[in-house]
């Protein structure tokens, strides 16, 4: 099943990048994601995350992993040429809020969205700076991140509620923090965190995926679920895949969005077609 668009989405006037071709990702980015899962001690596990926020890079910033207790990592890392640390805080805070707004995002891959109504004021409170509004909020989502369409809560986090090392924050310029869950369920599917850096021209968006794992109540890293025998490599890969296309692809289209609707104050304001 492919997202469709419908015709009240149409007369929006981004509705044109539903129809848009995805760019090609950077070949060198697949080169380097390879096609066999790299060694557990090589890529970032969720306990060492605050190596992410050093500068420099790390062993691994584009693979996968399958790690000894059947969870898995993923790594990906994008530049985006053209794209400001500002844009992102606002890409986190409006895209939420329209099934469209997801849709152009990844095409082929995201069918739905939207804020979960109990974090709805929250998301729109304008006495916030962008990055508080994010916080602490849930995003219901459906998409297609390697497993084939699921629906799954994105309940985002801030920094330090992530357990990141408040002074080494200092040295990135946005974070966006989730923990994954089942929306039946409410059981831990995967937690992530984006990682985005300014490079001359643009920003380097630099994402690890942890599949599996979560954190108990006292903010401990645990694991919270994997399929029988484990993440498989195929699907890891597939996850690296997908992330690498939708940031790609969110390079490209999130600036002229930004020129467009960055001064509006209601988010849930969108402009159509004359």
């Not at 099943?1 to 009240?8: A, F, H, L, N, S």
Request: net charge negative; proline share 7%; with cysteine.
């Amino acid at each position: 099943m492919q997202p469709v668009i419908t015709e009240d989405e149409k007369k929006v006037d981004y509705s044109e990048l539903f129809f848009k071709p995805l760019p090609e990702v950077d070949p060198a980015l697949i080169a380097e994601l390879g096609t066999a899962p790299v060694a557990p001690e090589r890529i970032t596990q969720l306990k060492e995350r605050n190596d992410i926020l050093k500068p420099g890079y790390l062993e691994v910033e584009n693979g996968y992993s399958v790690l000894p207790d059947g969870t898995g990592v993923v790594a990906t890392k994008v530049e985006m040429p053209g794209v400001t640390p500002e844009m992102i805080d606002w890409w986190f805070c409006w895209h939420g809020l329209k099934d469209l707004r997801y849709k152009i995002w990844c095409p082929t891959q995201h069918y739905a969205i939207h804020v979960h109504e109990k974090d709805f004021a929250h998301r729109m409170d304008q006495s916030l700076s962008l990055k508080e509004r994010n916080w602490g909020t849930t995003d219901v989502v459906h998409e297609d991140v390697g497993f084939g369409p699921q629906a799954m809560h994105l309940n985002f986090k801030s920094p330090i509620d992530y357990g990141y090392d408040p002074e080494m924050i200092k040295n990135v310029d946005v974070l966006v923090s989730a923990t994954v869950t089942d929306p039946e369920t409410g059981h831990g599917m995967v937690t992530f965190s984006h990682c985005v850096r300014k490079i001359p021209g643009g920003v380097e968006y630099r994402s690890h995926y942890w599949q599996g794992m979560g954190f108990d109540e006292s903010g401990k890293e645990m694991v919270v679920g994997t399929p029988p025998g484990g993440f498989q490599p195929d699907i890891l890969r597939n996850t690296a895949l997908h992330s690498l296309l939708e940031y790609t692809n969110l390079a490209i289209i999130l600036p002229q969005l930004y020129e467009n609707y960055k001064d509006e104050k209601d988010f849930t304001v969108d402009h159509y077609k004359i």
